[in-house]
């Protein structure tokens, strides 16, 4: 989602929802300790002492994920805007597989 111009209340509840989005975020990866490097090495750690914490964590976050998108995608459009905006592109380019290499590479270099 973009920033938007909060000219219009619609707008600054988008900002403010994005917002409180991504603040929720961010407390769940580190109540969930997906921030120390230590238990995501030991999760990616797969041929030695897995630890399989993260793993339920992720299952976790799919399922609510599934079953919020279920219900969500029922309505005619959004709370706070006319329309769904889903992605319509299903094919792997050489963008994506680029973005993906370089988020690892990036990952890698961060101590990961």
Do not use: C, E
Request: net charge neutral; charged share 10%; no cysteine.
């Amino acid at each position: 989602m973009t920033v938007q111009s909060t000219s219009t209340p619609n707008a600054l509840a988008q900002n403010l929802v994005a917002l409180v989005a991504g603040l929720l975020f961010g407390l769940g990866l580190g109540f969930s300790q997906m921030i120390d490097p230590q238990r995501v090495i030991g999760f990616l750690d797969v041929f030695g002492n897995w630890d399989a914490t993260l793993a339920f964590v992720m299952g976790g976050a799919v399922l609510v994920t599934l079953l919020s998108f279920r219900f969500i995608l029922r309505r005619s459009h959004p709370l706070l805007d006319g329309k769904f905006y889903l992605p319509t592109r299903n094919d792997i380019d050489r963008p994506l597989v680029l973005g993906a290499a370089l988020f690892g590479i990036g990952w890698g270099l961060g101590g990961y």
